[in-house]
């Protein structure tokens, strides 16, 4: 069975940084690519950024493009989100996720293709 634990959270200032940091246990890490999804405060989950399985291949939403940057390491079974420049509309709980059947084409972006979970890290950036 395949347990991710995020890391990294935190409070921040506006135009500050945060490096989120995703474990993976049991499984094949490096068969699988794997995608950062937030939740704000009220609203629902939403499409962050996603990583192929080696890592050459990244995809990004508009709102977090040119500011985070998702990076894997397979040797040590982690995936990363840089955020810079935070925002405070990027306050939201931030979960790691993995797709375990991921497609050579395309990176998913639906949360309904990733199987895994971790359980969330609150982000909070304040003005």
């Known amino acids: 069975q395949v347990q991710l634990v995020e890391s990294g959270g935190g409070l921040v200032q506006a135009g500050g940084s945060l490096r989120l940091s995703c474990v993976a246990s049991?499984?094949?890490?490096?068969?699988?690519?794997a995608g950062w999804f937030r939740q704000p405060p009220g609203k629902g989950r939403e499409f962050v950024a996603a990583c192929s399985v080696g890592g050459g291949k990244t995809s990004y939403a508009d709102s977090v493009k040119g500011r985070f940057t998702v990076s894997r390491d397979n040797a040590k079974n982690t995936v990363y989100l840089q955020m810079n420049s935070l925002e405070p509309d990027d306050t939201a709980v931030y979960y790691c996720?993995?797709?375990?059947?991921?497609?050579?084409?395309?990176?998913?972006?639906?949360?309904?293709?990733?199987?895994?979970w971790g359980q969330g890290t609150q982000v909070t950036v304040s003005t």
């Open positions: 996720a993995l797709d375990i059947d991921p497609s050579p084409y395309y990176l998913a972006t639906d949360q309904a293709k990733y199987e895994h």
């Open positions: 049991g499984g094949t890490f490096g068969r699988y690519s």
